[in-house]
C-alpha cells in the first residue's frame, strides 16, 4: 500500500521562500505522476502543480513562475519549491501520487503554509 509524507511547511513572510518534500514508500515511484494540491479551509482542494513520471511538469496559473515542483527518483521524493510566497498561498499543501498504468491515487496527510502579510 502506497504511503505518502510532506514535510517543510511552516510559518513565512510574504516574499519569502519554502520547500515542501513528500517521500513515498511501498510504490515504484517511477511509474507515478506526482502532483501537489492545496487547501483552504471552506474551500475545494485546488491544483498546484504536477510533474509527470519523466520531467513534464504543469502549473496553477496562479503560481506560475513562482513555485517549482521537481523529483528525484533514487530518493522516491517529490519537492515543491515556492518563492515569493504571498498571503494566498496560505493553505494546507497536500501530495498525490497517480499510477500512470492504472488508477491508484494515493494521498499524503498534508503539511501547514502559513504566509504573514
Known amino acids: 500500500q502506497g504511503k505518502l509524507v510532506e514535510s517543510g511547511g511552516g510559518l513565512v513572510q510574504a516574499g519569502g521562500s519554502l520547500r515542501l518534500s513528500c517521500a513515498a514508500s511501498g510504490m515504484i515511484f517511477s511509474e507515478h505522476k506526482m502532483g501537489w494540491y492545496r487547501q483552504v479551509p471552506g474551500k475545494q482542494r485546488e491544483f498546484v502543480a504536477r510533474i509527470n513520471s519523466g520531467t513534464m511538469t504543469y502549473y496553477a496559473d496562479s503560481v506560475k513562475g513562482r513555485f517549482t515542483i521537481s523529483r528525484d527518483n533514487a530518493k522516491n521524493t517529490v519537492y515543491l519549491q515556492m518563492n515569493s510566497l504571498k498571503p494566498e498561498d496560505t493553505g494546507v499543501y497536500f501530495c498525490?501520487?497517480?499510477?500512470?498504468?492504472?488508477?491508484?491515487?494515493?494521498w499524503g496527510q498534508g503539511t501547514q503554509v502559513t504566509v504573514s502579510s
Open positions: 498525490k501520487a497517480e499510477f500512470i498504468l492504472g488508477t491508484n491515487t494515493y
